[in-house]
């Protein structure tokens, strides 16, 4: 049993690494990222009402996570201003604890003053947790998140979750702005 879950492990992270190895192409995240932003707000009204007042949003359609001890995770996503996109970025986290298996999910972050997103925008490299006060939206809860309630500079929401790892913590990822791509 523990050589299985060694291998699955391992088979885990390599899979994590290949995909960060084939990084996606601007298009390719575009049309990512304009689906799970659909699929966000229908399964969040919350989300659709802050969407509606955020400065901009930077979403992460797709972020693998893998780990036996010593875990990784990886996505590409887009800050998105008026619904167009104003830059590409990665996240990127490594932990150290009590853990095993592999999962994927995506996340959204929504900037909802001019001050917290001219800080995100000027950061070279953000780290949640650190630099950024950042209220995580449950899901469901999300409905009372309305126009009238959104206080916070900057609202998070986690979804799809899907793997053999329970729960996702965003703590001390990084977000780094992707480097333009060669014309």
């Known amino acids: 049993m523990k ?3 060694l291998a699955v492990t391992f088979t885990a992270l390599a899979l994590l690494v ?34 509606e007042k955020a400065k901009a949003i930077l979403i ?31 996240t990127t986290a490594l932990s150290v604890g009590f853990e095993a298996g592999a999962q994927s999910f995506g ?11 001219s800080k995100f925008e000027k950061a070279d490299g953000f780290e949640i947790g650190a630099e950024a006060n950042v209220v995580f939206v449950d899901s469901g809860a999300a409905a009372g998140a309305g126009t009238t309630t959104a206080t916070a500079p900057v609202y998070g929401f ?18 780094t702005k992707k480097e333009p791509e060669a014309k």
Not at 36 to 51: C, F, I, V
Not at 71 to 76: C, I, P, T, V, W
């Open 3 to 5: 050589h299985t879950l």
């Open 18 to 51: 290949a995909g960060v190895a084939a990084a996606a192409d601007n298009a390719t995240i575009d049309k990512e990222v304009k689906t799970a932003l659909s699929t966000l707000y229908g399964k969040e009204p919350g989300a659709k009402a802050l969407g």
């Open 60 to 90: 992460f359609p797709t972020v693998r996570k893998a780990g036996f001890v010593i875990g990784g995770q990886y996505g590409e996503g887009a800050l998105l201003k008026k619904g167009k996109t104003a830059g590409y970025y990665t």
């Open 107 to 117: 996340y959204a972050l929504f900037f909802m003053t001019d001050e917290a997103l």
């Open 158 to 175: 986690v979804y799809g979750q899907k793997g053999l790892m329970a729960g996702v913590s965003l703590q001390g990822t990084k977000v």
